[in-house]
């Protein structure tokens, strides 16, 4: 089976993920900020020919706390489905100078995305349960 390649946004950043059936891939970050925190968590698995695509965010701020989960699959010949134009050419231009003195690859004006599809989603806000809603 060949490896399966797509494009996901990380941060203010497009990066090239590559699976093969089997593996999986994880990235996590979080940040305190004055009236919490804020956290998010990505994980990324190959099963056959479906890529899956997890998310689970959690955070507090001056409403209480919120947490929201998120599954969605793609089917591997679906994961260029979607064509998405990025910024502006002025913002683009900009990036791309900055990505060349770092030295890093630059993302084209243009990227197919992944045809996600829902599988399950949930989202809890503690406050707004505490409350009786």
Do not use: N
Request: proline share 3%; glycine share 8%; aromatic share 12%.
């Amino acid at each position: 089976m060949r490896t399966a390649r797509f494009w996901v946004l990380i941060g203010c950043r497009w990066v090239r993920l590559s699976l093969r059936d089997g593996e999986a891939l994880e990235y996590g970050w979080g940040e305190r900020h004055e009236e919490g925190y804020h956290r998010e968590y990505f994980k990324w698995y190959r099963e056959g020919d479906t890529v899956y695509e997890l998310c689970d965010t959690e955070g507090r701020d001056c409403d209480g706390r919120v947490d929201s989960s998120s599954l969605v699959r793609c089917h591997v010949l679906r994961l260029r489905g979607r064509e998405v134009a990025l910024w502006s050419d002025e913002v683009d231009e900009l990036a791309e100078r900055l990505q060349l003195r770092q030295g890093k690859p630059v993302p084209p004006r243009a990227v197919r995305l992944p045809d996600w599809r829902r599988v399950e989603e949930r989202q809890r806000d503690y406050t707004a349960e505490a409350a009786g809603y």
